[in-house]
């Protein structure tokens, strides 16, 4: 079963920065998309950023310039690095991947969630 291991959350003053990592492990399986995702309390789950298998990325308008996401191919492993951090950027984000395993269509797999939280 593949599972997806987020960390790197926790508490910042405005301005400041963090780095998330998403590791994803179990089985054989095939990544064509890692992403990151955040819901704030009352608000919807939105995208924030999102890479490809060959690198091609995406972002929020929110976060343009201030967030960068990559990935290790060799590790499995998604990043999200998270500059001039806003308290409007205080949420719960979620890792999200387009995984195949084995000879199986593409899925959506989702990971536990990492607490984000900015504030003075």
């Known amino acids: 079963q593949v599972q997806l291991v987020e960390s790197g959350g926790g508490l910042v003053q405005p301005g400041g920065s963090l780095r998330l990592s998403c590791a994803a492990s179990?089985?054989?399986?095939?990544?064509?998309?890692m992403g990151w995702y955040r819901q704030a309390p009352g608000k919807q789950r939105e995208l924030v950023a999102e890479?490809?298998?060959?690198?091609?990325?995406k972002y929020a308008d929110s976060v343009q310039g201030r967030f960068t996401i990559s990935r290790d191919y060799d590790k499995n492993t998604a990043f999200l690095q998270m500059n001039s951090l806003k308290p409007e950027d205080t949420a719960v984000y979620y890792c999200?991947?387009?995984?195949?395993?084995?000879?199986?269509?593409?899925?959506?797999?989702w990971g536990q969630g990492t607490q984000v939280t900015v504030s003075s």
């Open positions: 999200n991947g387009g995984i195949a395993v084995g000879l199986l269509p593409p899925y959506d797999y």
């Open positions: 179990g089985g054989t399986f095939t990544i064509y998309r």
């Open positions: 890479i490809s298998g060959v690198g091609n990325t």
